[in-house]
């Protein structure tokens, strides 16, 4: 009976790497340290772990060493042959002492390393399915047809008939649909570590089963087949919210691995929120790794800061480890964007009121980029302050100055029990719920702009957050709005919507998007000086609108005697914009301790 495989101790600097032995009909393998350096040559394999359970095992140092299924099957797969056989392999499961958490978080921080410096990084799916061969055929047949795949916009691909047939036959299609869908409800897609696997990459490929091909072109082309619905040709997932989430993913993963900067000596990784945002749309174990998973792309600055620590698993611990990581972000970012994530999240207990649960999923999702109300965008006069943070204090001091009061709020929301569903079929309890909140919003609304008949223009404006899919389609914003009251009034009705130019559909479409990014679950109300707008779902009669100063949206705070806290960003239609909002608005200047 052989021993049982132990880990020794890491030189430092050092990571294992494992060398396969090919002797025929008994592979085995050894695992060496090797000092990390960019002469080192060796291939990173990006996996799902999968169950932890040890279910097999290898021949390893001449001991036996205990793997999990997944690993299994990726040392067991052809597509290792397609390698050089000397090239050896980084895993971590194998490659870091799992049981050792001072190694553990000295390793993690070496991903920026490990898969960066990589001869090339593995993107293992897993085996062969019933499907999984179709749809990997087709992505690479679609991959090499440059005329295709560079077409970027689904207007295109709606000038350009007969796609699908000249990649797959007619006949299996049906079964495409289906097979595409089944691929990208893998596991991997929907996984954090991933993310920072690829965007390291110096040079990217995907395996699924024997099938492999390059990642940049199987992206390229996943993004051709979800433009294909121009054509009618719907990929079919098996679970529809997790399919358009991994999907949704890929785009990401695309455009992040061609703007990551690639030099070894780079001061700056995407920014702070922009990761934390993806983070909160990916699957991890340990919540912990919601930082951790992604500081190989974070700045180096913020690498620095933020230790990775595996020692402890105790709520202070990870409370401490948010706060560090939420300071982090506001003192990278002067437009505070990590305040954007505050709206109707569910908080961590002693949590500071402007540091997001990062665990907690994301349910609103509105566009910063339009907002300006705390930016200055002239160069006349002094620079507007900056928030900060004072030495050893968690209290984030943020220049700005009031503009209003809260004094109605409405008492529904905008609901979608499902958000897989499509807007064109809501369901008979959302076309009910949906259309009594609008009535209860028109009515705060008439109310405060005196207007009983035409339905003013700044109405779905602000519903839709200012922005609809651009400033030259607004006109189509009124008759988007009364295409999805339509819509709801058929269905709880029971009675047959008329049809409608596909230019409006297009619009009603984009606007029930807009509904579900700036409305669910948040509240319209109305304030002290004669306006409406749209804020988190805590908002209350007596919160107060402030202007933070580098902030592109408008903030609602509440005010009590010893603590201020900040709930969240709100939208009111005229007011975010910092260079056209009247002086005779705002307060005073003041600094505004958030607790």
Same mark, same amino acid.
């Given at each position: ?5 132990? /880990? ?24 060496? +340290? ?12 990006? /996996?799902?772990?999968?169950? +932890? ?45 799992? $049981? ?82 089944? @691929? ?6 929907? $996984? ?20 492999? #091909? *390059? ?29 358009? $989430? ?71 611990? %990870?409370? $401490? ?20 994530? %505050? ?6 207990? &002693? ?7 990062? &665990?907690?999923?994301?349910? /609103? ?31 984030? =001091?943020? +220049? ?17 029990? &499902? ?19 609008? *009535? ?20 779905? @404006?602000? %519903? ?10 607004? =006109? ?20 047959? @919507?008329? &049809? ?47 202007? %933070? ?25 005229? @007011? #975010? ?19």
């Amino acid at each position: 009976m052989e021993k049982a495989f132990e /880990y020794n101790p890491l030189p430092l600097g050092h990571i294992r790497l494992l060398h396969a032995k090919h002797t025929p009909g008994n592979p085995t393998w050894s695992l060496r +340290p090797a000092l990390l350096s960019s002469n080192l040559q060796f291939l990173a394999i990006s /996996y799902t772990w999968g169950p +932890p359970t040890l279910v097999s095992s290898i021949t390893c140092n001449s001991t036996t060493l205990k793997i999990t299924k997944s690993v299994s099957e990726l040392l067991s797969s052809e597509v290792l042959s397609s390698f050089p056989n000397d090239l050896p392999i980084w895993i971590d499961a194998i490659c870091i002492n799992q $049981r050792d958490n001072v190694e553990k978080g000295v390793q993690v921080s070496k991903m920026v390393d490990i898969y960066g410096l990589a001869a090339e990084v593995l993107v293992w799916l897993g085996p062969t399915s019933g499907d999984s061969d179709l749809a990997m055929d087709a992505i690479r047949e679609l991959s090499r047809r440059e005329d295709l795949v560079s077409l970027t916009s689904a207007a295109e691909f709606a000038n350009t008939p007969g796609v699908v047939s000249r990649i797959v036959p007619v006949e299996r299609q049906e079964d495409l649909r289906r097979a595409l869908g089944s @691929l990208c409800c893998r596991a991997w897609f929907g $996984r954090l570590w991933v993310f920072q696997e690829v965007v390291l990459a110096r040079r990217c490929s995907i395996a699924c089963g024997a099938k492999m #091909m *390059r990642w940049s072109d199987f992206a390229a082309a996943t993004s051709a087949f979800v433009r294909l619905q121009i054509q009618q040709f719907e990929i079919v997932f098996p679970d529809v919210a997790s399919g358009i $989430r991994n999907v949704e993913g890929i785009q990401t993963l695309r455009r992040a691995a061609e703007i990551f900067p690639r030099s070894r000596d780079r001061r700056e990784g995407i920014s702070s929120a922009g990761l934390l945002d993806i983070s909160q749309r990916r699957a991890v174990t340990d919540p912990r790794d919601r930082v951790y998973g992604m500081l190989g792309v974070a700045s180096s600055n913020m690498r620095d800061k933020i230790q990775v620590d595996y020692s402890r698993n105790d709520a202070e611990a %990870l409370l $401490r480890l948010y706060i560090d990581y939420g300071k982090c972000c506001i003192e990278e970012d002067s437009t505070l964007a990590l305040l954007h994530m %505050l709206s109707g999240k569910e908080r961590m207990p &002693d949590l500071p009121s402007w540091c997001p649960s990062i &665990d907690a999923p994301r349910n /609103y999702r509105g566009i910063l980029r339009y907002y300006k109300a705390g930016i200055k965008t002239t160069q006349d006069g002094e620079d507007l302050p900056s928030a900060w943070f004072e030495p050893d204090s968690d209290d984030l =001091y943020a +220049p700005g100055c009031t503009v209003d009061v809260i004094s109605q709020v409405v008492s529904s929301t905008f609901c979608w029990s &499902d958000d897989a569903r499509d807007a064109h079929r809501p369901s008979l309890e959302d076309a009910t719920n949906n259309l009594a909140w609008d *009535r209860e919003c028109l009515m705060l609304y008439r109310q405060m702009t005196e207007q009983q008949d035409d339905l003013p223009f700044s109405y779905p @404006l602000t %519903l839709c957050g200012g922005y609809l899919y651009g400033p030259e389609q607004l =006109y189509l914003l009124r008759q988007a709005y009364d295409r999805c009251i339509s819509r709801w009034e058929s269905v709880e009705q029971s009675i047959q @919507l008329e &049809d409608t130019n596909p230019e409006v559909e297009a619009a009603a479409y984009l606007f029930h998007g807009r509904l579900m990014s700036c409305c669910w679950g948040r509240k319209l109300f109305s304030t002290v000086g004669g306006r409406v707008g749209i804020g988190p779902p805590e908002t209350e009669t007596g919160d107060t609108v402030c202007i %933070l100063y580098g902030a592109g949206p408008l903030y609602l705070l509440r005010f009590a005697e010893e603590w201020t806290h900040i709930l969240g960003d709100v939208y009111i239609h005229g @007011l #975010m914009d910092l260079e056209e909002i009247p002086d005779e608005t705002k307060g005073e200047n003041e600094i505004i301790l958030i607790q």
